[in-house]
C-alpha cells in the first residue's frame, strides 16, 4: 500500500510540473477595460494599464493588479490614456500616459505624483536601466527619451528608424530594444545611442516587446501573433494562428486579437498578453473590452531558440558578408507560396528576390550586389510555414 501511494504521489508530481511547462494559452481574467501595457513587480503581481477604448480613443484612466492567485484588483487611477509601466528597483511605479504627455510617478506607500513632462510627447512604453534610468518610447514625435531617478529629461535616440514607436525594453547589458507601432521594425539602441534596426515583424503593426532569458518577444497588433526574436535577428512565431480571435488552447492553435501589452515572469518561463475582445473590424478600431492571456512553458525552448512547430521552412545566406555575389539557400519541407526580398535598415523594401509556388526541399537563388549600397540588410522569408528573416551585409569596393 505504501509503495502504491509514493507511485501515486510520483505521477502527481510529475503531472503537476508537466502542466507548469505545458506549451498552451490560458485566459486568466474575463473581459476588463486594459488594452494598454503590461508589467510585473518583485514578487511577481502583473499589472495591465487601461489604454482607452479604441486607438482613436485613449481614454483610459485605470491600472489593474493580478495577484499570484489571478486575483483582479484596481491597482490605481487618476491617468490619461495608461499605457507602458514599470518598476524601479526601490518598488517605485511609473505609468506613461498617452493622452496627458506626462509619466507619473507612484512611491510603495501609494503617493502619486508627476514625474516628468519636459519632452514627453504621447509616450507609449517604459523601461529601466540597471542605474533606474527610465526610458520613454515617445510616439508623438519619434523620439526615445531618458529619465534620470531625479526625473531629468534628456533625449536619447531619434531619427528616420522610428515610427511611432510603441513597445521598450532593456537588456542585462544595457541595450534598449523597441518595436514600432506603424511599421513592423525592432530597432537596437545600444548605451551610447548607436540605432539599427534588428528584424522587421510581419503585421507592419508592433504592440509592445519585453525581453528574457537571451530572447525579445514581440505582440504583433498587425499579425495577431506573437513573436520570438533573437538578439541576432531571427524571428518566428511563438503563439498565434493569425487571425483575431482569443481561442486559449496550445501555442500553435491558440488566437489572439490585437495583442499589444506583453511581460515575461520573473522567471520567463510565462508571458503575459492583453487581447482585445471586439475581433470585427469596426471604425477607431476598438479595443475594449479586452482580456489578459498568460503564454506558459516558454523556458522549454529557450535552449532551442525556435518552437519545434515552426522549426520547418529554413534560410542561410553565404557568403555574408559579401561583395559582388552571395548565395541564399531556404529548405521547404512541403510546397508552399513563397515571397523573399530584402530590406534596408530603415525597414523599407528594396528589393524583390522572388515570389511564386516552390515545392518542397532546398532551393538556391543568387544574389548580386550590383545596385545595393554598403550597409546592412534584412533578407526575409515568408511562406506557409512561417516568416525567417537574417541579416545580409554588402561590402561593395
Same mark, same amino acid.
Given at each position: 500500500?505504501?509503495?502504491?501511494n509514493?507511485?501515486?504521489?510520483?505521477?502527481t508530481?510529475?503531472?503537476?510540473?508537466?502542466l507548469?511547462?505545458?506549451?498552451?494559452?490560458?485566459?486568466? *481574467?474575463?473581459?476588463?477595460?486594459?488594452?494598454?501595457?503590461?508589467?510585473?513587480?518583485?514578487?511577481?503581481?502583473?499589472y495591465?494599464?487601461?489604454?482607452?477604448d479604441?486607438?482613436n480613443?485613449?481614454?483610459?484612466?485605470?491600472?489593474?493588479k493580478?495577484?499570484?492567485?489571478?486575483?483582479?484588483?484596481?491597482?490605481?487611477?487618476g491617468f490619461?490614456?495608461?499605457?507602458?509601466?514599470?518598476?524601479?528597483?526601490?518598488?517605485?511605479?511609473?505609468?506613461?500616459?498617452?493622452?496627458?504627455?506626462?509619466v507619473?510617478?507612484? *512611491?510603495?506607500?501609494?503617493?502619486?505624483?508627476?514625474?516628468?513632462?519636459n519632452?514627453i510627447?504621447?509616450?507609449?512604453?517604459?523601461?529601466?536601466d540597471?542605474?533606474d534610468?527610465?526610458?520613454?518610447?515617445?510616439c508623438?514625435?519619434?523620439?526615445?527619451?531618458?529619465?534620470?531617478?531625479?526625473?531629468?529629461?534628456?533625449?536619447?535616440?531619434?531619427?528616420?528608424?522610428?515610427?511611432?514607436?510603441?513597445?521598450?525594453?532593456?537588456?542585462?547589458n544595457?541595450?534598449?530594444y523597441?518595436?514600432?507601432f506603424?511599421?513592423?521594425n525592432?530597432?537596437?539602441?545600444?548605451?551610447?545611442?548607436?540605432?539599427?534596426?534588428?528584424?522587421?515583424?510581419?503585421?507592419n503593426?508592433?504592440?509592445?516587446?519585453?525581453?528574457k532569458?537571451?530572447?525579445?518577444?514581440?505582440?504583433?497588433h498587425?499579425?495577431n501573433?506573437i513573436?520570438q526574436?533573437t538578439?541576432?535577428?531571427?524571428?518566428?512565431?511563438?503563439?498565434?494562428?493569425?487571425f483575431?480571435?482569443?481561442?486559449d488552447?496550445?501555442?500553435?492553435?491558440?488566437?489572439f486579437?490585437l495583442p499589444?501589452?506583453?511581460?515575461?515572469?520573473?522567471?520567463?518561463?510565462?508571458?503575459?498578453?492583453?487581447s482585445?475582445?471586439?475581433?470585427?473590424?469596426?471604425?477607431?478600431?476598438p479595443?475594449?473590452p479586452?482580456?489578459?492571456?498568460?503564454?506558459?512553458?516558454?523556458?522549454?525552448?529557450?535552449?532551442?531558440e525556435?518552437?519545434?512547430?515552426?522549426? *520547418?521552412?529554413?534560410?542561410?545566406?553565404?557568403?555574408?558578408p559579401?561583395?559582388?555575389?552571395?548565395?541564399?539557400?531556404?529548405?521547404?519541407?512541403g510546397?508552399?507560396?513563397?515571397?523573399?526580398?530584402?530590406?534596408?535598415?530603415?525597414?523599407?523594401?528594396?528589393?524583390?528576390?522572388?515570389?511564386?509556388?516552390?515545392?518542397?526541399?532546398?532551393?538556391?537563388?543568387?544574389?548580386?550586389?550590383?545596385?545595393?549600397?554598403?550597409g546592412?540588410?534584412?533578407?526575409?522569408?515568408?511562406?506557409?510555414?512561417?516568416v525567417?528573416?537574417?541579416?545580409?551585409?554588402?561590402?561593395?569596393?
Amino acid at each position: 500500500m505504501k509503495l502504491i501511494n509514493l507511485h501515486l504521489i510520483l505521477l502527481t508530481l510529475i503531472f503537476s510540473a508537466f502542466l507548469m511547462n505545458a506549451q498552451n494559452v490560458e485566459s486568466i *481574467t474575463g473581459q476588463i477595460d486594459a488594452s494598454g501595457g503590461v508589467s510585473v513587480d518583485q514578487f511577481g503581481n502583473v499589472y495591465i494599464g487601461d489604454y482607452g477604448d479604441a486607438l482613436n480613443n485613449a481614454n483610459g484612466t485605470t491600472v489593474y493588479k493580478i495577484d499570484l492567485d489571478h486575483n483582479l484588483s484596481v491597482f490605481a487611477s487618476g491617468f490619461s490614456g495608461a499605457t507602458g509601466n514599470v518598476w524601479d528597483s526601490q518598488g517605485n511605479f511609473y505609468q506613461a500616459n498617452i493622452s496627458g504627455n506626462r509619466v507619473n510617478k507612484i *512611491t510603495p506607500s501609494g503617493v502619486m505624483s508627476n514625474f516628468a513632462t519636459n519632452g514627453i510627447f504621447s509616450p507609449v512604453g517604459l523601461t529601466i536601466d540597471d542605474q533606474d534610468n527610465i526610458y520613454v518610447a515617445n510616439c508623438g514625435n519619434n523620439t526615445i527619451r531618458k529619465l534620470t531617478p531625479s526625473g531629468i529629461s534628456t533625449l536619447f535616440a531619434s531619427g528616420g528608424m522610428f515610427s511611432c514607436p510603441n513597445g521598450i525594453t532593456a537588456d542585462e547589458n544595457n541595450n534598449i530594444y523597441v518595436a514600432n507601432f506603424s511599421n513592423g521594425n525592432v530597432i537596437r539602441i545600444t548605451p551610447t545611442g548607436t540605432t539599427s534596426i534588428i528584424a522587421v515583424i510581419p503585421g507592419n503593426n508592433n504592440g509592445h516587446l519585453t525581453y528574457k532569458n537571451g530572447f525579445l518577444w514581440v505582440a504583433s497588433h498587425g499579425s495577431n501573433k506573437i513573436y520570438q526574436v533573437t538578439l541576432d535577428g531571427d524571428i518566428s512565431v511563438l503563439a498565434g494562428v493569425g487571425f483575431r480571435g482569443n481561442s486559449d488552447g496550445p501555442w500553435a492553435s491558440a488566437t489572439f486579437s490585437l495583442p499589444n501589452g506583453i511581460e515575461a515572469s520573473l522567471t520567463g518561463d510565462t508571458l503575459y498578453v492583453n487581447s482585445s475582445i471586439p475581433i470585427f473590424p469596426a471604425p477607431g478600431t476598438p479595443l475594449n473590452p479586452s482580456v489578459v492571456r498568460m503564454i506558459t512553458g516558454v523556458n522549454t525552448i529557450v535552449s532551442t531558440e525556435i518552437p519545434e512547430v515552426e522549426r *520547418t521552412a529554413e534560410l542561410s545566406v553565404f557568403p555574408n558578408p559579401f561583395r559582388l555575389e552571395t548565395v541564399i539557400n531556404f529548405y521547404l519541407p512541403g510546397k508552399s507560396v513563397v515571397d523573399l526580398s530584402i530590406f534596408d535598415s530603415m525597414g523599407r523594401k528594396v528589393r524583390n528576390l522572388l515570389k511564386g509556388e516552390y515545392q518542397d526541399g532546398a532551393h538556391d537563388f543568387n544574389v548580386e550586389g550590383h545596385g545595393l549600397s554598403n550597409g546592412l540588410y534584412l533578407i526575409k522569408l515568408e511562406s506557409r510555414y512561417g516568416v525567417i528573416s537574417k541579416k545580409l551585409v554588402v561590402v561593395n569596393d
